[in-house]
């Protein structure tokens, strides 16, 4: 029997969100502060509880089979992983930044400059790839000061809201990558893993979409069905159940999440009353 082990981030920005995924896909699991790795109690599948940076070069080398992790780290690495699925989560982009003053307006201004950053094959490679040499610092972190201190003219750094860059002073001009958490899997997976690292790809997929979603229920006199319809079209059709009024129906239908808050003062005036609003645990359309 194959247990499948699975790499998740033991903390950081996306420790949280992965775990809260995990629980919400229908993992049971207990984590202690101390434990490397455990079992989750209705898969077949051990977690292991590792840093960010490094699950990509661990489903790479096959000590783990899937792993969630940035993308901006996979493409970093550099390694052959399959991306399985976005996860919508640790949004940033890898932006390059020059000092607020500085003449440089474009990416043909970064000829000749030292550029400060954390991910230093990915600055290469994209300049390369562009035909614009360049000398990059490498730094863990603080990043965005290093063009201050004057260990560089200019930064590739993750970026999120933009506020950070704002307040060292510099100013983006363009965009590396777009990067987001990721789910990844190794590429040669056969047999029982790879069947369980499609399922865990569905499972997550399936939280993922249910949170976009919304389901509503309500009563409605069986005259307003079709105004009800039409402002709530469902995937296919809503359900339409008899109740024990004669003349009234319950309608059932899911609803973008978004529009909740347009829909539902609409629906009360086409007639609708008892308007329930339930989350969706997982969705599979
Ligand atoms: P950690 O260093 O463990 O907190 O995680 C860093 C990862 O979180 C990065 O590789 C990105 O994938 C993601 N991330 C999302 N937003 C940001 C941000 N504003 N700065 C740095 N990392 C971010």
Known sequence: MSTLRFAI???????????????????????TTRSLSVPVGNVDIELLFVRTEDIPELVADGVAGIGITGLDLVEESGLPVAVAAELGFGRCRLAAAVPAVSPVKDLSGFAGLRIATSHPQTTERFFADKGIDITTVPLRGSVEVAPR???????????????TLRVNGLRQVTTLLE?????????????????????????LRAVLAGRQKRYVLMNAPEDAVPAITALIPGFD??????????????VHSVVDADEVWSVLPKLQDAGASAILVLPI?????
Do not use: C, W, Y
Not at 149 to 163: E, F, K, N, T
Not at 179 to 203: N, P
Not at 237 to 250: E, K, L, R, S, Y
């Open 179 to 203: 990067s987001q958490a990721v789910l990844i899997r190794r590429t040669d997976l056969t047999g029982t893993e790879s069947a369980l690292a499609d399922q865990v790809a569905t499972m």
């Open 149 to 163: 201190l004057d260990v560089a003219d200019a930064i590739v750094d993750l970026v999120s809201s933009g506020s």
């Open 9 to 31: 981030p033991n903390k950081g920005r996306l420790e949280q969100p992965a775990a809260a995924l995990l629980r919400q896909s229908g993992m049971r699991f207990e984590k």
């Open 237 to 250: 059709a809503p359900t339409v159940m008899p109740i024990a009024d004669d003349h009234m129906v319950a």
């Open 281 to 285: 645990e997982q969705l599979i359309p």
